[in-house]
C-alpha cells in the first residue's frame, strides 16, 4: 500500500542487491558446523595438499595399528568359551529422509532382539548416509547407555514414537522467517560463535526426538570406539567442490582414505576421500557435534542448509548418497585394509544391510513424446543415481572373492513401498506412513531375512511381541547379555 506500482521493482532490485552482497561476502548464507574453529587460519585445500595426506604413509600405518587394537577388543568381548571364531558384523544403512531413520533404527531393535541383545557387540563397523544413518547412530548410542547403566531404553516402544514425530516444521519454519532474509542471529558453543540457521533448528529438534542421545562430540566417542565397546562409526559427507567423500568419524582412520595401489601395480590416482580429522586438525575437529556430522551427511540443498568447511577455498558439504548412499565404499575399504586379520581371527564377515529401497532394477520404458525426451534424460540420471550405485556395488561385493579369504554374505532388511502405499521422502511422516513402515518389517523377505541372520551370527533367539503400530519390542523379563 506504501510503495504502489513500484512494489515488483524495489523486490527485484532487493534480491539483486542480496546477491550482489552474498558474492562478496560469506556472512550472510554461509552454513557452519558446530563445534569447529573457524577463527583459525583456514585448511589448504588442494590437490597437493590431499595427496600428501592419502600418501602419509606413517599415518596411515599408526591408525591401522589403533584399528587392530579395536579389532583386537572386539574379538575379546566375541569369542566363546570354546574359543570358536566369531561371525563379525557390519551395518551399512541407506538414505531416505525420516522413514530411512525410522526404520534403520526398527530394523536394529528387531535383530538386536533376534541376537538376544547382541547386536552391537558382534558389529564392527556401522556406515551409510542420510536418515538411515541417524537412526543407526541412535541405536548405537542408546545401546552404549543400556550397557553403561544396565538399562534397556534402546527397546522401549516410546522410542520409535518420539523418532517419528515431526522434523520439518521447524525447519520450514525458520527458513521462511529467518533464512530467506539476513542472518542477524548468532548461536554460541563455547568460546565460538556461529550464524544461527535452519541447520541449527535442525540439529536442534534431532536431539528433542533422541533424547540428546546425539548431543555429543566425536571426542566423546572415542574411547568406547577403541576399546570396542560400540561399533566403529564412519560417515562421509560427498564435497560438492570435487566429489570426494569427507570421512568424519571419533577414531582416526586414515587407512580408509590412503591411495596407495597394490604391489606390482604402477598407478597414480587421485584420491577418492579426505579424513576429516586430519584435514581439519587445527580447527578442533574432534569438537564437531554428532549430531551437527550427522546433518551434514544427510544435507539435501535447499532443506537443510549446504555447510562450509573452514578450508580455502571454501569446502562444502552435502548428502553422503551423491556418491555412496549405502557406505559400501567404506565397508570395503576397512575390510580390505584387516582382510588378514579377518580371516585368522573370525568366521566370516556378515554385511546388514538396512535399505530404504528394495532391491532389484526393473528397465522402464522410454518415453515417447516430444516432451517426454525433452525431460527424460536428466530426469532418468536423477532417479538412476541410487540404482547405478547398486550395480557398482553388487560388482563391488562379487570381486571381493578375489581378495578375502573367509566367507562374506550380505543379508538385506529392505523397506517395501509399493506405488499404491507410497512413503514420502521427507522428515515428516504421517500416521499412516509410519505405520507402513512398522508393517513391512512383517513380510515374507525381511523375516526369513532376519532369520538368516539369526542362524549366521548366532545367539538365542528372543521372542518378539509388538507394541503400539506394529513396532517391536523385546519379550519382557528378558536382559540383553553383556
Known amino acids: 500500500s506504501w510503495l504502489q506500482g513500484w512494489t515488483f ?39 597437493a595438499h590431499i595427496d600428501a595426506m592419502a600418501r602419509d604413509t606413517a599415518a596411515i600405518a599408526r591408525d591401522t595399528r589403533e584399528g587392530l587394537r579395536m579389532l583386537e577388543a572386539w574379538r575379546r ?8 571364531k566369531p561371525r563379525m558384523v557390519v551395518i551399512n544403512t541407506s538414505g531416505g529422509g525420516q522413514r530411512a531413520m525410522l526404520w534403520s533404527y526398527l530394523c536394529m531393535q528387531r535383530a538386536d532382539s533376534m541376537l538376544d541383545g547382541g547386536l552391537l557387540r558382534r558389529t564392527a563397523l556401522i556406515t551409510g548416509s542420510s536418515g538411515g544413518a541417524m537412526g543407526a547412530a541412535y541405536f548405537r548410542q542408546l545401546g552404549h547407555q543400556d550397557r553403561q547403566d544396565g538399562t534397556r531404553l534402546r527397546h522401549d516402544p516410546a522410542v520409535l514414537q518420539e523418532l517419528s514425530s515431526d522434523m520439518l516444521n521447524t525447519v520450514a519454519f525458520n527458513f521462511v522467517t529467518h533464512d530467506m532474509f539476513i542472518r542477524y542471529r548468532r548461536v554460541h558453543d563455547g568460546a565460538h560463535s556461529y550464524r544461527m540457521d535452519r541447520g541449527h533448528a535442525f540439529d536442534r529438534r534431532l536431539n528433542e526426538v533422541t533424547r540428546g542421545a546425539l548431543d555429543i562430540r566425536l571426542d566423546d566417542m572415542a574411547q568406547a570406539e577403541q576399546q570396542a565397546r560400540t561399533p566403529l562409526l564412519v560417515i562421509a559427507p560427498a564435497s560438492m567442490n570435487d566429489g570426494r567423500r569427507v570421512l568424519m568419524a571419533a577414531s582416526p582412520i586414515a587407512y580408509l582414505a590412503h591411495s596407495r595401489p597394490a604391489p606390482g601395480t604402477t598407478h597414480i590416482g587421485d584420491p577418492d576421500a579426505i579424513e576429516f580429522r586430519r584435514m581439519f586438525a587445527d580447527h578442533a575437529a574432534g569438537r564437531l557435534t554428532l549430531a551437527s556430522a550427522l546433518r551434514i551427511n544427510a544435507t539435501f540443498p535447499y532443506i537443510t542448509p549446504v555447510v562450509s568447511m573452514p578450508s580455502e577455498p571454501p569446502m562444502r558439504l552435502m548428502d553422503a548418497g551423491l556418491r555412496d548412499n549405502y557406505g559400501y565404499r567404506t565397508t570395503l575399504a576397512f575390510l580390505f585394509t584387516f582382510r588378514d586379520w579377518i580371516a585368522e581371527h573370525t568366521s566370516g564377515v556378515v554385511l546388514l544391510q538396512l535399505r530404504d529401497t528394495p532391491k532389484g532394477i526393473d528397465p522402464r520404458p522410454a518415453g515417447g513424446s516430444l516432451l517426454e525426451r525433452l525431460v527424460s534424460p ?4 536423477y532417479d538412476n543415481l541410487v540404482r547405478v550405485q547398486d550395480l557398482d556395488y553388487d560388482r563391488m561385493v562379487q570381486q571381493t572373492s578375489g581378495w578375502a579369504a573367509f566367507p562374506l554374505e550380505t543379508v538385506d532388511l529392505e523397506l517395501h513401498r509399493p506405488r499404491e502405499e507410497p512413503i514420502s521422502l521427507s522428515w515428516h511422516l504421517t500416521a499412516l506412513e509410519r505405520s507402513r513402515v512398522f508393517r513391512s518389517l512383517g513380510t515374507g523377505s525381511n523375516q526369513r531375512a532376519l532369520q538368516r541372520l539369526q542362524q549366521v551370527v548366532g545367539g538365542d533367539a528372543g521372542s518378539v511381541v509388538t507394541a503400539g503400530d506394529g513396532a517391536p519390542a523385546p519379550a519382557a523379563g528378558r536382559v540383553p547379555r553383556p
Do not use: C, E, K
Request: glycine share 12%.
Open 9 to 47: 521493482t524495489l523486490i527485484v532490485l532487493a534480491v539483486l542487491g542480496l546477491n550482489a552482497l552474498s558474492g562478496r561476502t560469506d556472512m550472510l548464507y554461509d552454513s557452519q558446523a558446530y563445534g569447529l574453529d573457524y577463527t583459525a587460519p583456514p585448511a589448504v585445500y588442494d590437490r
Open 77 to 84: 568381548h566375541n569369542t566363546g568359551p570354546d574359543g570358536r
Open 378 to 381: 536428466m530426469g532418468n540420471v
